[in-house]
T-cell receptor
């Protein structure tokens, strides 16, 4: 079945760029997502990318997709302390019926 | 902005008891989902629901679990005879259509079985 893997922890300095990486196994995943989870909160959809795209930019967020390597990344420019959260990569699978999530990357932003 | 609402935010129950987790999906959405996240683990798909029936369920979603849309607005997850390992955060989500790509999640219900 589909599997999604992420590194578990990333620490960056405020103002720097953060890059969170993700790999997935099912090349038929049509959409790939990034969700943000702040402490005690739910899953907030940040952005998503369709599999026929290589890149998508939305303000400070840039998503890069390498379909050949099944690699997805999320770049956050000018990272702020408010960006500290867990970021989940997810792949749409099973005929649009479900999302397969990675374990989440905890982003810590320090001064 | 429309949102998915879940109640309660935290539920504590004794092992063996039944619990019902409630969700109000976004009003014009047609597909509904339950996911769970055991502490420190991945968010896992449980079940999807459309047109008053289950469209897909995972191996986790056994006879202990059931879902229902009792009226035009609520979507519930019932867990019968809860076990300690059912302790988790349960998330409800909804989408406008099957091919709609934006799944909106609720804030979650933290279930603690003691």
């Amino acid at each position: 079945g589909e599997d999604v893997e992420q590194s578990l922890f990333l620490s960056v300095r405020e103002g720097d760029s953060s890059v969170i990486n993700c790999t997935y196994t099912d090349s038929s995943s049509t959409y790939l997502y990034w969700y943000k989870q702040e402490p005690g909160a739910g899953l907030q959809l940040l952005t998503y990318i369709f599999s026929n795209m290589d890149m998508k930019q939305d303000q400070r967020l840039t998503v890069l997709l390498n379909k050949k390597d099944k690699h997805l990344s999320l770049r956050i420019a000018d990272t702020q302390t408010g960006d500290s959260a867990i970021y989940f990569c997810a792949a749409l699978w099973g005929g649009y019926n479900k999302l397969i999530f990675g374990a989440g990357t905890r982003l810590a932003v320090h001064p | 902005e429309p949102e998915v609402t879940q109640t309660p935010s935290h539920q504590v129950t004794q092992m063996g008891q039944e619990v019902i987790l409630r969700c109000v999906p976004i009003s014009n959405h047609l597909y509904f989902y339950w996911y769970r996240q055991i502490l420190g683990q991945k968010v896992e798909f449980l079940v999807s629901f459309y047109n008053n029936e289950i469209s897909e369920k995972s191996e986790i979603f056994d006879d202990q679990f059931s879902v229902e849309r009792p009226d035009g607005s609520n979507f519930t997850l019932k867990i019968r005879s809860t076990k300690l390992e059912d302790s988790a955060m349960y998330f409800c989500a909804s989408t406008r259509g099957q091919a709609n790509t934006e799944a909106f999640f609720g804030q979650g219900t933290r279930l603690t079985v003691v």
